[in-house]
């Protein structure tokens, strides 16, 4: 089975699609930044906060360490977003989400992406909608 194209006409649909693709791409990453800001705000949100004051004043708070950033995926391509604390802080994370036998579990990390999950649709439909303008 073949298909005949003239070329006047092929040239209109490969621009067409090129602009497509290429509105696309911007709009990802337009989604991909807001989400990386608004996780890490969602995280901030969700972490327990003390009522503000410093015991010491030589050590950060877990709020005051938290990163977001873009990276690379390594599995399957593309960018994705990663939020996490700095040296100082970052590996204390899994304590005060899953807990220990002395400390509740907080479960913030869960919490922070539900609140995040509501919001992306809406986010990525926004960034389209711009591109489309």
Known sequence: MSMGIRSNESGKLDSFLDGTVQAVENAKLATLKKAASDTKKAVIARMPLTNGKRRHKHRKRM???VQ?????DKIYGGKRV???GDRQT????????NGTYRQQATHFLDKAMADVEAGLD???DI???EEYK
């Open 122 to 124: 809406a986010t990525l």
């Open 68 to 72: 977001a950033q873009l990276v690379p």
């Open 82 to 84: 990663r939020v996490r």
């Open 63 to 65: 709020v005051d360490g």
């Open 127 to 129: 960034a389209l909608r």
């Open 90 to 97: 970052g590996s204390l994370w899994h304590i005060l989400n």
